[in-house]
Nanobody
Framework: QVQLAESGGGLVQAGGSLRLSCAAS????????IGWFRQTPEKSREFVGH????????YLADSVKGRFTISRDNARNKVYLQLNTVKAEDTAVYYC??????????????????????WGQGTQVIVSS
């Protein structure tokens, strides 16, 4: 089992940067794909990106590619989502999630929320213009 907790959300000006953290506990964290999703009241949960267990392979949604990055530190049981050049449309609650079923063969395409077994409680990001 994996427990996840996001932090680092807050208010940021458009064009600015923010780093979200996902702290994990549980023995299977280091072998799990970790994904980031976001959700607003108007939209269903949206895939942002994911990172494989090694931290080498990262896949990002087109909407954030070139602006966001994902990294992980398995020694510290943490995954990070770096948000750069943020826009008003990045305002959302951001969630991290862990998957035991996404394989290395699936890493280079978008993953659906149904592929994830464990979720954090979310952290709010508000981008002011």
């Amino acid at each position: 089992q994996v427990q996840l907790a996001e932090s680092g959300g807050g208010l940021v000006q458009a064009g600015g940067s923010l780093r979200l953290s996902c702290a994990a506990s549980g023995r299977s964290f280091s072998t799990s794909v970790i994904g980031w999703f976001r959700q607003t009241p108007e939209k269903s949960r949206e895939f942002v990106g994911h990172i494989d267990w090694s931290g080498i392979s990262v896949y990002l949604a087109d909407s954030v590619k070139g602006r966001f990055t994902i990294s992980r530190d398995n020694a510290r049981n943490k995954v990070y989502l770096q948000l750069n050049t943020v826009k008003a449309e990045d305002t959302a609650v951001y969630y991290c999630a862990a998957s035991k079923s996404i394989t290395q063969g699936d890493i280079n395409r978008e993953s659906g929320s149904w592929s994830y077994d464990y979720w954090g409680q979310g952290t709010q990001v508000i981008v002011s213009s």
